[in-house]
């Protein structure tokens, strides 16, 4: 596939040996594997990615693994795909994922520094998929290192996009987005200028909740809540999917990584899940992006930049899907992903502050700490006060938005713990 034309996911051209000559080179064992660490292994991307390295054979070498809290998960990971380091963000797991390891002659590693470090090792690509805020440090760390990144964390560029875009820049890095919305974008643009881009449409399933009255809705609990029909995510994204803040979000990355503004920006409802993203283009020609609902698409098309690889994935037969069909998402009654367009398109540091409070608020609903209702409604108390107490400018540096982060979350944890039915919702 083409790169785009003038797109910041390009940062700067990379040669390329043809797809036959590159195949034939490794079935000869002349072409080295690509090198790949990755970030959030033992999370569901990391097991579709450990899935996509074994359906190709000798393409890949894994230099590092990096987990949260899971020594176990993280050890087998480390030893199924070879790594050469594993590194757990938790330091009190060092000790059991150093005796899990003990004579394999894997690295051991722990602690946040020790992420940063893990991301920074000697690799081809860096595979993004931590959850959350605590990705971006090392994610940010080897994009300035010039490394490829394959991202599949939205806070990075949620939360610190701008600033992001500028490193991808002066680092001649690139950028691959593997979040199933934006590499069908990716792929949708076919190379195109995204200035003759009319609209970027992402799709969302509609989550759980799709038919349920706003009233159900706001008394949903959290073991409802995590009950997606298609996607097998974890806690923290199967909610904002539930709230549909999950596709705000995207929409604030796809402003980044594709250097479209949020009027050009749109999201439709489509409970099928298999087109993933449209491109309207300026002549009246629309481009989707298609495949099953199955993360190893993307991850595959990211692993095998700019070629092709075989994906262990369910191929599409239209015929027998039949129908496919597509909805206005209602904001009323979801009303996150409104707080999350609202917030794209007064820019600032409200995207920063969106996301950090919104992981804040679905902690506490997790917990039972808080009602379904109470995300929306916390995230938009918590930008609302940052606003007005000037704390809204936007970031500069990763530096700068992760300070802006901080300040949201503790501001976030003092409006929610103020809400008369704080402590007192039913799981």
Not at 307 to 335: C, H, M, N, S, W
Request: glycine share 10%; with cysteine; proline share 6%.
């Amino acid at each position: 596939m083409e790169t785009l034309v003038s797109s910041p996911l390009q940062m700067k051209p990379q040669a390329t040996a043809p797809a036959v000559d590159l195949a034939n080179d490794l079935a000869r064992g002349r072409a080295a594997p690509r090198r790949l660490s990755i970030l959030g292994a033992t999370g569901s991307i990391g097991r579709s990615t450990a899935d996509v390295i074994a359906a190709a054979p000798g393409r890949f070498a894994v230099e590092a693994v990096v987990g949260g809290r899971d020594a176990k998960a993280l050890a087998a990971m480390a030893r199924e795909l070879g790594a050469a380091c594993a590194t757990l963000a938790d330091p009190a797991g060092y000790a059991e994922l150093a005796d899990l390891l003990s004579g394999s002659g894997v690295e051991v590693a722990a602690g946040p520094q020790a992420v940063v470090e893990a991301a920074l090792r000697p690799a081809d690509m860096l595979v993004a998929a931590i959850s959350g805020a605590a990705g971006v440090a090392p994610t940010h760390a080897a994009l300035a290192a010039g490394r490829m990144i394959a991202l599949a964390n939205k806070e990075c560029l949620v939360c610190a996009g701008a600033a992001f875009m500028a490193t991808a820049r002066r680092a001649g890095a690139r950028l691959l987005p593997m979040d199933s919305e934006h590499n069908a974008i990716h792929q949708a643009l076919g190379g195109a200028d995204p200035a003759t881009v009319e609209k970027m449409i992402l799709t969302a399933s509609g989550g759980p909740f799709r038919t349920w009255t706003r009233e159900a809705i706001d008394a949903a609990t959290p073991a409802q809540a995590l009950a997606h029909p298609k996607w097998s995510m974890g806690p923290k994204i199967s909610v904002d999917s539930a709230s549909l803040m999950n596709k705000g979000l995207e929409l604030i990355e796809a402003h980044f990584l594709f250097g479209v503004e949020a009027a050009r920006l749109d999201v439709l409802v489509h409970p099928q899940s298999i087109v993933h993203g449209l491109v309207s283009f300026a002549d009246g020609a629309v481009t989707a992006g298609m495949a099953h609902p199955d993360m190893k698409t993307p991850i595959a098309h990211c692993l095998g930049w700019p070629e092709r690889i075989a994906a262990p994935v369910r191929r599409l037969d239209l015929a027998e899907l039949g129908a496919l069909t597509f909805e206005r998402a209602d904001l009323a009654r979801f009303p996150a992903l409104g707080l999350a367009m609202a917030a794209l398109a007064r820019g600032g540091g409200l995207p920063t502050i969106l996301n950090a409070a919104n992981e804040v608020a679905v902690a506490y609903f997790l917990e039972g700490r808080i009602g379904f209702r109470d995300i929306a409604a916390g995230v938009e108390a918590t930008c609302e006060a940052m606003e007005r107490a000037g704390e809204a400018r936007e970031p500069q540096s990763v530096e700068e938005a992760l300070a802006v982060d901080h300040i949201a979350r503790e501001r976030a944890r003092g409006l929610l713990e103020a809400r008369p039915n704080s402590g007192k919702v039913r799981v």
